[in-house]
């Protein structure tokens, strides 16, 4: 018997990936996930990945509520062959088969009902951020998780409440969201290899650590007295005043897509004033296994125009400015030239290119990154004083390289990880926070939860960025 049409075309629109196969993508759209979470807004990204990626069922339960009502008809919306409900706090309330628990917040959230979830025996991932940091620690058993979690770590004072509303508590939180997403997948296709594992990320200094076994959380997560980093070199947190240099910066993103998605929800959330969306294209079925800014209700509407409805929404306050066009030599440096920085979200190697030229001749800094499967890199560039795209990728393709080499499936919860990166870099170089990624190209190897930065030089002889 030929399968209902609905969920043909459920099956349809997702990335089949050599990794994930037919039948991995089945398993996902039959498989349960349940996530508690410390508030709604806190793990938005992360429910709109695990929709993207065709999860069955969401079982969600959040303990601040404001915006649950809105979210659940986003979610449906977007991916409406998801099943997502609310349920009742407590994990005796968990259906049977659910496949694997998320528990997302601060680390004193994450604490207390982990304790409860043990009993139910289901592979477990705790997710805690605050400020610049992050922590996800995966268990397979949850044994005894009280102790992992304050095994070395310090324990917060009772009753404090971890302040954990700062601008960069959305580059992590969005982060994990992502990254959380990607391990979700891989657990429910038994891709993962250890029992535990974890990683800590510091997304001021870009350092990242994954580790095997467990480990408690970082002190500087888990305990509000103690900064992370060494004194001096550590940034600091985004203060009002750099609030405010974000209200009045104008941010341009070429490219609305898999990357464009997470990148412009991020920029949104934390506060960019202008943002300019430059795409072409319209919304296709076939883009919602990543393409988080866009829905079913939505197909057909040109890309730019689906962004704003989903931006506005997020953030009222945002000015959009939409070029409904593809960026050529002919308007790239009039699109670009009256914003302060430009993030680079396309698919094909002869726009990078170009946005590469435009950028470094009117000196506006660059953030840049690609996805392929499980993998991505991000770099940022001030073509001035460090490596420029053409300096670290020197050969230019052919034009037919998209045709002849892809474009290869995305697995879309890995361009969340790849895309919010690019969002929080911009905002680094737009409030001069932090170490960017400058002269360096960051790695992330989705299937081994690795990051991997790799530095690189300046070409003296680059025919774009050499004597700028
Ligand atoms: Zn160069």
Redesign the pocket.
């Known amino acids: 018997m030929m399968p209902h049409n609905s969920a043909m075309e459920r099956y349809h629109r997702q990335i089949i990936l050599p990794e994930i196969g037919i039948e991995g993508q089945k398993k996902l759209g039959d498989s349960t996930v349940f996530v508690q979470a410390q508030s709604v807004e806190s793990c938005a990204l992360l429910l709109f990945y695990l929709a993207a990626a065709g999860m069955g069922t969401l079982y969600c339960d959040f303990a601040e509520k404001q915006g649950l009502a809105s979210l659940i008809r986003q979610i449906g919306a977007f991916n409406s062959g998801v099943k997502i409900q609310a349920v009742q706090p407590g994990c005796e309330n968990l259906p049977g088969d659910t496949g694997v628990g998320v528990i997302q917040g601060s680390l004193q959230y994450v604490a207390q009902p982990a304790v409860d979830c043990s009993g139910k025996c289901i592979p477990l991932i705790l997710a805690a951020n605050r400020g610049w940091q992050g922590w996800l620690q995966f268990i397979k058993r949850p044994d005894d998780l009280r102790a992992i979690l304050f095994k070395r770590g310090p324990q917060p004072p009772r009753g404090y409440n971890m302040p954990d509303d700062g601008t960069e508590s959305v580059f992590s939180s969005n982060l994990l969201g992502a990254l959380v997403a990607v391990e979700v997948v891989k657990i429910l296709l038994s891709l993962e290899n250890s029992a535990a594992y974890g990683l800590e990320f510091d997304l001021s200094t870009m350092r990242f650590e994954r580790y095997k076994g467990s480990k408690a959380c970082p002190a500087s997560i888990a305990h509000p007295c103690i900064t992370s980093g060494t004194p001096g070199l550590f940034p600091g947190l985004i203060t009002t005043a750099d609030t405010q240099q974000l209200a009045q910066s104008r941010v341009a993103v070429v490219g609305s897509g898999g990357l464009g998605s997470p990148a412009l929800y991020t920029l949104a959330k934390a506060g960019v004033g202008t943002i300019a969306l430059v795409d072409y294209d319209q919304v296709d079925i076939s883009n919602l296994n990543r393409q988080i800014l866009h829905s079913e209700t939505r197909l057909g509407l040109p890309k730019v125009d689906s962004a704003e409805v989903f931006l506005r929404q997020l953030n009222p306050a945002v000015n959009l400015v939409k070029h409904n066009t593809c960026l050529t030599e002919e308007n790239a440096r009039e699109i670009i030239s009256t914003f302060d920085l430009v993030v680079d979200c396309v698919d094909n190697l002869k726009t990078r290119y170009l946005v590469?030229e435009a950028c470094?001749l009117l000196n506006k800094p660059l953030v840049e990154a690609g996805v392929n499967g499980f993998e991505g890199i991000a770099t940022t560039i001030m073509?001035a004083h460090s490596?420029?795209?053409?300096?670290?990728f020197p050969a230019r393709p052919s034009l037919d390289y998209n045709s002849k080499y892809g474009p290869q499936g995305i697995l879309g919860p890995v361009a969340g990880v790849l895309g919010t990166i690019q969002g929080c870099e911009a905002c680094k170089c737009l409030n001069k926070k932090g170490n960017p990624l400058l002269n360096s190209i960051l790695a992330y190897d989705g299937m081994e939860a690795q990051f991997e930065i790799f530095r690189t030089e300046?070409?003296p002889n680059?025919?774009?960025?050499?004597k700028r």
């Open positions: 590469n470094a073509a490596a420029c795209y053409q300096c670290l300046k070409d680059c025919p774009i960025c050499a």
